[in-house]
């Protein structure tokens, strides 16, 4: 039964905690909504367009891809897009993270190499998927950025180094993938000397008209496969002879 001391209890008490139970609330009913959203993104963007690895469609449906893009462009996290990240740069759209993804046919003990961390989306999705991830990215505030991010969700497998990712990073090389997520114009050697035998490495090649390559290196020798057409920013860096 409540007595009057109940009564004045909770007449002090219900004003203080009322906003913080509405919040909490609000929040879990957030949540909810971006998971319903992961999943349909899952369905109709990934599963439809062919993406078929388990894991990568289980890491693409786990990893919280709203808190990866800008706050005031969140509800936007799972459309069928590329959305801007500042720095007048952009996260890829789902598909063309899981299709990367699938790509390096990962096993689960590999080390990967990223370059252009931007968001640490990608990078996040490897983190569920391996062992280590070691990624660069030359824009200081996104690198950042992406740090904080990444450690706020969780990963503690994901290294972020500020440079230009042209010449890897050799101190942890070699490597079994490496993905790149911005556009040279032509393969750089060092990533190339970077990859491990029996590794695979996927990158956008190209200024204006940019192929997705998939490179495996067998017995030292380097065999190319051509994906589909894409669209990526360039990669930049100081002007390379010989590019
Ligand atoms: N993988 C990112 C998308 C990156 S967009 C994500 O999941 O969000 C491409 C990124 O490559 C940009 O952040 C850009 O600053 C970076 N970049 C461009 N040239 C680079 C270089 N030479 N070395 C490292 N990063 C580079």
Not at 52 to 58: G, T
Not at 166 to 174: C, D, I, R, S, V
Request: with cysteine; charged share 25%; hydrophobic share 40%.
């Amino acid at each position: 039964m409540l007595t009057k001391f109940h009564l004045r209890e909770i007449a002090i008490f219900l004003p203080v905690f009322l906003p913080f139970l509405i919040l909490a609330n609000c929040n879990k009913e957030e949540a909810l909504d971006y998971e319903k959203a992961r999943r349909r993104m899952v369905e109709n963007q990934l599963k439809a367009r062919g993406v078929k690895d388990k894991k990568v469609l289980e890491a693409m449906g786990k990893v919280p891809r709203h808190l990866f893009v800008p706050e005031d462009i969140r509800h936007l996290a799972y459309a069928d897009r590329p959305l801007p990240i500042g720095e007048g740069q952009t996260i890829s759209q789902p598909y063309i993270v899981a299709l990367m993804t699938e790509c390096l046919s990962l096993k689960g003990n590999e080390k990967v190499l990223e370059i252009g961390t931007g968001s640490g989306y990608q990078a996040a999705v490897l983190a569920e998927l391996v062992d280590s991830i070691f990624t660069i990215e030359i824009i200081e505030d996104l690198a950042m950025r992406a740090r904080k991010t990444l450690s706020k969700v969780g990963y503690t497998n994901v290294f972020v180094k500020v440079g230009d990712g042209y010449f890897g990073w050799p101190e942890h090389a070699p490597f079994d993938g490496i993905i790149v997520t911005c556009a040279p114009e032509s393969i750089p050697q060092p990533l190339i000397d970077q990859l491990s035998e029996g590794g695979r490495m996927v990158i956008p090649v190209g200024d204006y008209y940019q192929m997705l390559k998939l490179i495996l290196k067998e017995n030292g020798r380097l065999i190319e496969k051509e994906i589909i057409p894409v669209l990526f920013v360039p990669m930049k860096g100081e002007i390379r002879k010989g590019d």
